[in-house]
């Protein structure tokens, strides 16, 4: 992404903090900025703490930041891709993110991640080889009361079993197999 095309998604502010309001995954992070009294030497700790709600670092994550800490969105873009370890929104046109959280695993995560792998012929942190759908895993999405949580893009959804999330991954996909 450019500095210009950037500055451009500044504009969907109002849009993103208006989601951000309705989605529990913000509020945690912000709680998280806030224990770090929204320092600005806080930013890689506060995007380690996004990418494990998350799952991964979408534009509209990157500039919610920025804004709640008073950074240029080209400082905290630049940081989120120098850093190997941060994850910045996968290929896929779909994402699905596996909460692997203590709540979710003991409610059989690890069982719905493995039929989403098996199905989709992919690990986590891989996407399709027809850049259908980009899987990867969250550390608690704030959803624990109704694990296990997967989120589709970008919807957090409740009590999931193999057999819901492959209902899923078909309904994207358009096959049955
Ligand atoms: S452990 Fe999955 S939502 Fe908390």
């Not at 930013?43 to 998350?54: G, N, P, R, S, W």
């Not at 709640?68 to 290929?91: D, E, M, N, Q, W």
């Not at 109704?146 to 970008?154: C, E, F, K, L, N």
């Amino acid at each position: 992404m450019t500095a210009t095309l950037l500055s451009k998604k500044q504009n969907r502010l109002p849009r993103i903090l208006e989601h951000a309001s309705g989605d529990k995954r913000f509020k945690i992070l912000e709680a998280h900025m806030k224990k770090h009294q929204f320092k600005h030497d806080a930013l890689i700790e506060v995007l380690h703490k996004a990418q494990e709600l998350f799952g991964f670092l979408e534009d509209d994550l990157l500039l919610f930041i920025a804004y709640k800490l008073k950074l240029p969105a080209s400082r905290v873009y630049g940081v989120a891709t120098f850093y190997h370890f941060f994850t910045l929104k996968p290929k896929g046109r779909h994402t699905c993110v596996v909460c692997m959280g203590t709540a979710c695993y003991v409610k059989g995560a690890d069982k719905v991640l493995a039929a989403i792998e098996e199905h989709a012929g992919i690990k986590a942190g891989e996407t399709t080889p027809d850049n259908q759908v980009s899987l990867l895993t969250a550390r608690c999405i704030g959803a624990c009361g109704i694990a296990p949580a997967v989120v589709y893009d970008g919807t957090v959804t409740p009590r999931q079993t193999p057999e819901t999330a492959l209902e899923q991954l078909k309904g994207w996909t358009g096959h049955g197999h």
